[in-house]
Structures are given as structure tokens and as C-alpha cells.
């Protein structure tokens, strides 16, 4: 006991503090999220998300050149179709932003990490995460079974165009074993899934919802995404998307559900990431364009409790700035 015992002998300086530091974060531990626009031809920048934009399908090569020479761990693609209809189907048209953008990337840099979310909300006219249905009361609510085909569907897509991994994040009851059968069936049995399986109905979404334009038209998206109140069950979400074959696992938001994260990776050997989702970032972005805040510490403290909490790795907006940060 003090005063034999100090721990602030370990803090004196640099040196020891780096000697005895438990926790760290490299630019391999990062994954940008980037937005690919079909009817884009120039960069447009996001106003809900500074220093993010949509981008035309030409830039991905360059794009993926720059992540490359970051020394990123990979970037994951969401596509904003030129059409939208009931089903998503242009989710899964091979012509559509993301196949494009998949194949320029791995053309350019095949070494690059390519994910693809797979969800249907930014194709669907009325931005819900799946394919509706109507009942004989009339209440309209989103079709599990129907919206698996189409997921699939797109999966096979995405990983025939290149990537290495798909990410759904739609939250339906059985869509990784779904997407998992029709790789299998495709002869694409290389291709990992990485599960958005623990996904919250969350405020946090809110600027993602300009940059994906895919905000729902009525309603919301409770009746699929779970409840910020339940910690027990997103082990029972993590169980069963591991039982039916994902390879990795997530939780999202990050920094609102870092118990969560550090649950779920006490309760799977899987590989855990973390989404650093878009309120996350509009919130630090807006406090350092007000000077109430050091954008740069305040970014890689952020990164480092995600990481700290279990994730191994960080899907993050703020991917190329921490990366530069870090050296
Ligand atoms: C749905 C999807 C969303 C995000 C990623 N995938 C939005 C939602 O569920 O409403 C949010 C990401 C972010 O906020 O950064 N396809």
C-alpha cells in the first residue's frame, strides 16, 4: 500500500507509459465506409457529415489507391442506385454503383480488403430494410422470408463482382444462413460473411440517412432492429448468426454499446468489429468546427475504447484522418 505502492511511477513518462500501455490502434484496425453514387459524375459532399461524400463510381480506383497507401484494413462499400422500387431489386443489378465500384477497387488494388453491405434500404422507394408485406388488418410491416431472397441475392452479386466479404445489415431472422447457402450454392465459397449482428435501432443513424439517402418514408425501424435497453440479447443474436456461418461478428453503434462489445467478445471466438457509426462521428466533427473539442485526441481516444472494449477492428468515417494521425 501507498506509500510503498505508486502507480503514477508507470506514468512518469513517454518511455514507460508506452512500455505498459494495454491497449492499441493501427491503421489495420480501420475500415472506411465509403458511398457510391450512380448518378454522380463529381464528389458530393455530405452536409449532415463533414469531410464525407458520395462518390461517382470513376473514383473508386483512385479511392481505393488512397485507403491502400493508408494502410487501412479495408473499406466497405453502400451504393445509392439510379432507381428505386418496392422489392430493392437494383440491390442486386450487376450493373448497379457497388459492383462497379467493387470490381474498379480490386482491379486497382487486389490486395485491398473489399466488404459490401448487403441491405436493401437505400433501394427500396420506401427505405425499409426489406421487402414490405400488408396484413388482412392492414398493417404494413417488413417481410422477413420474402427479403432473404433478396439478399441473397445481392451477396452473390457483390461476391461475384470481388469482394471478400459481404456485411448484412438488415436484421432479419435468418439472413445469414440464407446468404451463406446461396455463396455456397454459387461456388462462392470463399467469400466471408462478416454479421451486423448486433444492431440497435439507434438515433446515431441519423446523418448516415442523408449520405445513403435511404431514411424510411413512415414508420420506423423498431419492429427490426433491437431495443437499446436489451444487452442479454444481443448475445443471443451473436449466437445465432454464428450458428449459421458467420465468419465475423459486429455491434453498432460503438461507443453508446461498448458493454455490449465487450460482452459479445466474452461470448464468441469470433473475430468482433464495431461501427463507429455516422452520429458518432457528426457529433465530434461538430464540437471541433465549434472549438469545444481536440478533434485529433478526441478521435484516437474514441478509437482506442472501441478497441479497448473487445472489437477488433473499427468500421470509422474518421478512418483516413486517424490513419494519417497515427502515422
Ligand atoms: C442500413 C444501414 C444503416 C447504417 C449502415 N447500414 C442505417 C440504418 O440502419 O438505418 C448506418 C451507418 C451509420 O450511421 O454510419 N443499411
Known amino acids: ?25 493501427a491503421p489495420s484496425d480501420l475500415i472506411l465506409p465509403l ?9 458530393r459532399p455530405v452536409s449532415t457529415m463533414p469531410g464525407v461524400s458520395q462518390l461517382p463510381v470513376s473514383a473508386a480506383a483512385e479511392t481505393a489507391r488512397r485507403c491502400w497507401e493508408s494502410g487501412l484494413g479495408g473499406v466497405i462499400l453502400f451504393g445509392l442506385p439510379k432507381t428505386k422500387d418496392a422489392s430493392g431489386s437494383s440491390a442486386y443489378d450487376p450493373s448497379g454503383p457497388v459492383p462497379r465500384a467493387v470490381a474498379a477497387m480490386k482491379d486497382a488494388v487486389p490486395e485491398l480488403l ?22 388482412a388488418r392492414g398493417v404494413v410491416d417488413v417481410d422477413n422470408d420474402a427479403t432473404l431472397g433478396v439478399l441473397a441475392r445481392a451477396a452473390v452479386v457483390y461476391a461475384e463482382a470481388g469482394a471478400d466479404v459481404v456485411a448484412p445489415s438488415d436484421m432479419m431472422d435468418g439472413r445469414v444462413g440464407a446468404i451463406r447457402r446461396a455463396l455456397d450454392g454459387a461456388g462462392l465459397t470463399d467469400t466471408a460473411i462478416l454479421s451486423y449482428a448486433v444492431k440497435y435501432a439507434s438515433a446515431f443513424y441519423g446523418p448516415f440517412r442523408e449520405a445513403a439517402d435511404c431514411a424510411p418514408k413512415f414508420g420506423d425501424r423498431a419492429g427490426y432492429q433491437m ?18 456461418g458467420a465468419d465475423m461478428l459486429m455491434v453498432k453503434p460503438a461507443l453508446p454499446y461498448l458493454d455490449v462489445v465487450a460482452r459479445v467478445r466474452a461470448a464468441s471466438t469470433l473475430p468482433l ?42 468500421l470509422t468515417y474518421h478512418a483516413l484522418d ?4 497515427l502515422g
Do not use: Q
Not at 473489399?114 to 414490405?132: F, K, R, W
Not at 431495443?227 to 449459421?244: C, F, I, M, S
Not at 486517424?322 to 494521425?325: I, L, S, T, V
Open 1 to 25: 500500500m501507498f506509500p510503498t505502492v505508486r502507480p503514477r511511477r508507470l506514468r512518469r513518462t513517454a518511455a514507460i507509459r508506452a512500455l505498459v500501455r494495454e491497449t492499441s490502434v
Open 35 to 43: 458511398f457510391f453514387h450512380d448518378a454522380l459524375t463529381e464528389p
Open 114 to 135: 473489399v466488404m459490401t453491405d448487403v441491405c436493401v434500404d437505400e433501394y427500396t422507394e420506401h427505405g425499409h430494410c426489406g421487402v414490405l408485406k400488408t396484413s
Open 227 to 244: 431495443d437499446p435497453a436489451n444487452g442479454r440479447e444481443a448475445l443471443r443474436e451473436a449466437k445465432l448468426d454464428e450458428d449459421e
Open 273 to 314: 468489429g464495431a461501427y463507429n457509426v455516422s452520429g458518432e462521428y457528426a457529433m465530434v466533427k461538430a464540437a471541433a468546427a465549434a472549438d469545444m473539442i481536440d478533434e485529433r485526441r478526441a478521435v484516437l481516444e474514441l478509437l482506442t475504447s472501441i478497441r479497448r472494449a473487445g472489437a477488433d477492428f473499427i
Open 322 to 325: 486517424a490513419a494519417r494521425w
